[in-house]
């Protein structure tokens, strides 16, 4: 019996989910700035990767699956990395101490 790719494929996606979320959620608040860094910079592969599949496109057509897939995983992908470095400021702004005024 011979198990078909594409289910094969969606239950590891699945499976990666799950443990995504529970190695995520488990991590202790001090590590969640170096966890978003990492994040952050395994998008910005996958932005490289996207940027080759969007430009892998025949000089007939423009508009293929792969562009379009292409150019939504970059444009995903950029939100996700913009998105990162924003919380990832504002996390460590928090460990900044206060100034206190002088007036």
Same mark, same amino acid.
């Given at each position: ?8 494929? @969606? ?23 170096p ?8 998008s ?21 699956s ?9 444009? @995903? ?8 470095? @924003? ?17």
């Amino acid at each position: 019996m011979e198990i078909d790719p594409f289910i094969f494929r @969606l239950s590891i996606f699945i499976l990666s989910i799950f443990v995504g979320y529970y190695v995520v959620w488990s991590v202790t608040p001090s590590l969640h700035t170096p966890l978003m860094s990492v994040t952050n910079a395994i998008s910005s592969v996958i932005i490289v990767g996207a940027i080759i599949a969007a430009l892998a496109t025949n000089v007939e057509s423009v508009f293929t699956s792969s562009s379009i897939f292409g150019f939504l995983a970059i444009t @995903l992908a950029a939100i996700n990395i913009f998105g990162g470095f @924003l919380v990832t400021q504002r996390m460590l702004a928090m460990y900044k101490k206060k100034k206190k005024d002088k007036s």
